[in-house]
């Protein structure tokens, strides 16, 4: 029986380093990875939450009418948002049907609206919008 002693089984120290060194590679490739991922991740959030916030301005913006309150601020949520509104030019008559004067003067407006998150007041985004302003300023004639 012949013992050779000069080749043993398992690893060599050698081979641990290296086996150690390509895991640690593979590592810090997956956790960069990770970390770039993560960080698109909140920026998709954050721009659909923008997104959302932007649709709740413009719903809430349907309604408010820039000749009878061309300034203001409303709280939506976590979101505040202030508006001013300049016309475009100065108010008009309507037109009447089927021909005249009618009931309400109309003019446009060019407003614009700041969005603030509440937690730290600091504006989030600002929108531009063109609107129609209208007020009654005649009551209706009957012709009998």
């Known amino acids: 029986m012949r013992v050779d002693r000069g080749r043993s089984r398992g690893f060599s120290l050698i081979e641990a380093i290296v086996a150690l060194a390509l895991i640690a590679t593979l590592g810090a490739a997956l956790f960069a990875w990770i970390a770039a991922s993560l960080s698109s991740l909140a920026r998709a959030e954050e721009a659909a939450a923008e997104d959302e916030a932007r649709l709740n301005v413009l719903a809430y913006m349907q309604v408010v009418n820039p000749m009878q309150r061309p300034e203001g601020r409303a709280d939506l949520g976590d979101l ?23 009931l ?9 609206v700041v969005a603030r ?7 989030w985004f600002e929108l531009s919008l063109r609107q129609a302003g209208w007020r009654k300023v005649r009551e209706a004639r009957l012709p009998f």
């Open 80 to 102: 505040r948002i202030e508006w001013r509104a300049r016309p475009v030019r100065e108010p008009q008559d309507q037109i009447g049907y089927p021909g005249g004067i009618g």
């Open 104 to 112: 309400y003067q109309v003019g446009l407006y060019d407003t614009t």
């Open 117 to 123: 998150r509440a937690a730290n007041q600091q504006t």
